[in-house]
């Protein structure tokens, strides 16, 4: 009984032996692994290192603005803001301006007894209007375009100030 206690125990140390060796080439195969990973990783972040390094190098290596250029194309920029607003307004208020007279020129000639008229332009002028040597191009011509008829009226009253309950 001895010897086959003996072949056992020797059996289960070269037994054991074995699985050692097995979780030991097991260990190592996953460090080895391990190992490549990290390489791996650590190879992709030197190249975007890289990457990184060359962006900035050419970003700097750009002709830079000084700030003095900046402020300057800023200040063009607002400027020619500022006379495109100007203009917007010269425009608008020459408008109210000719819509101003014609209002108190109504009222003025609503008092009077006058009304404005178109005056019908023949065709014969808008063709020689239109043609390039034409002698109506003066901007004498071109100004008249309403025509001043008095009107008979009788019992001229200012209904501004009368009471609308009569």
Same mark, same amino acid.
């Not at 125990?9 to 080895?32: F, G, H, T």
């Given at each position: 009984?001895?010897?086959?206690?003996?072949?056992?125990?020797?059996?289960?140390?070269?037994?054991?032996?074995? $699985?050692?060796? =097995?979780?030991?080439?097991?260990?190592?195969? #996953?460090?080895?692994?391990?190992?490549?990973?990290?390489?791996?990783?650590?190879? $992709?972040?030197?190249?975007?290192? +890289?990457?990184?390094?060359?962006?900035?190098?050419?970003?700097?290596?750009?002709?830079?603005?000084?700030?003095?250029?900046?402020? =300057?194309?800023?200040?063009?920029?607002?400027?020619?803001?500022?006379?495109? #607003?100007?203009?917007? +307004?010269?425009?608008?208020?020459?408008?109210?301006?000719?819509?101003?007279?014609?209002?108190?020129?109504?009222?003025?000639?609503? %008092?009077?007894?006058?009304?404005?008229?178109?005056?019908?332009?023949?065709? %014969? #002028?808008?063709? #020689?209007?239109?043609?390039?040597?034409?002698?109506?191009?003066?901007?004498?011509?071109?100004?008249?375009?309403?025509?001043?008829?008095?009107?008979?009226?009788?019992?001229?009253?200012?209904?501004? %100030?009368?009471?609308?309950?009569?």
């Amino acid at each position: 009984m001895e010897t086959s206690s003996l072949l056992n125990s020797k059996q289960r140390r070269q037994l054991k032996r074995i $699985q050692n060796c =097995e979780i030991q080439k097991r260990k190592e195969a #996953y460090d080895k692994k391990i190992m490549e990973e990290q390489k791996l990783k650590a190879k $992709q972040e030197r190249e975007m290192a +890289v990457k990184r390094k060359n962006e900035i190098e050419t970003m700097d290596n750009m002709p830079k603005k000084s700030r003095l250029e900046k402020l =300057e194309e800023q200040n063009r920029q607002l400027q020619s803001m500022i006379i495109q #607003y100007e203009e917007k +307004v010269q425009e608008k208020t020459e408008e109210l301006d000719a819509y101003k007279k014609s209002i108190e020129l109504q009222l003025e000639n609503k %008092r009077i007894g006058y009304v404005l008229r178109p005056i019908e332009i023949s065709k %014969r #002028y808008n063709t #020689y209007k239109q043609s390039p040597d034409s002698p109506f191009d003066t901007p004498s011509h071109e100004k008249i375009t309403t025509k001043i008829i008095p009107l008979e009226i009788k019992n001229i009253r200012d209904t501004s %100030r009368m009471d609308p309950r009569l």
